[in-house]
């Protein structure tokens, strides 16, 4: 069993930085898939960014492309988003998942995850 909490939400400006993480506790996640989704009130679970199994690529939403960044730790129990540029479209509830039966064609999919934290608040005001 894997347990992730997410961390550094919060209210921004538009135009702020905020990076926000997530931790596995007990375990490594060398060998998961890991990602961030966001889903904002009425809309639809939205794939952010992700990290392949091996670690080896990284895969960003089109709406976040160039302005956010997934990062994870030399320990692999924690990561990262680091969002930058931020606008009131980005606001939403962002969540943590991980699983290590993703393969990388469903990697946006977040059906294919069996690990979710339980979703960080980011509000970004114009």
């Known amino acids: 069993q894997v347990q992730l909490v997410e961390s550094g939400g919060g209210p921004v400006q538009t135009g702020d930085s905020l990076r926000i993480s997530c931790a596995a506790s007990?375990?490594?996640?060398?060998?998961?898939?890991v990602a961030w989704f966001r889903q904002a009130p009425g809309a639809e679970r939205e794939f952010v960014a992700g990290?392949?199994?091996?670690?080896?690529?990284?895969y960003y939403g089109d709406s976040v492309k160039g302005r956010f960044t997934i990062s994870r730790d030399s320990g692999k129990s924690t990561f990262y988003l680091q969002m930058n540029s931020l606008k009131p479209e980005d606001t939403a509830v962002y969540s943590c998942?991980?699983?290590?039966?993703?393969?990388?064609?469903?990697?946006?999919?977040?059906?294919?995850?069996?690990?979710w934290g339980q979703g960080t608040q980011v509000t970004v005001s114009s």
């Open positions: 990290f392949s199994r091996t670690g080896g690529y990284t």
């Open positions: 007990g375990r490594t996640l060398s060998g998961y898939a």
């Open positions: 998942a991980a699983g290590n039966r993703v393969i990388t064609s469903a990697l946006r999919n977040y059906r294919a995850y069996d690990f």
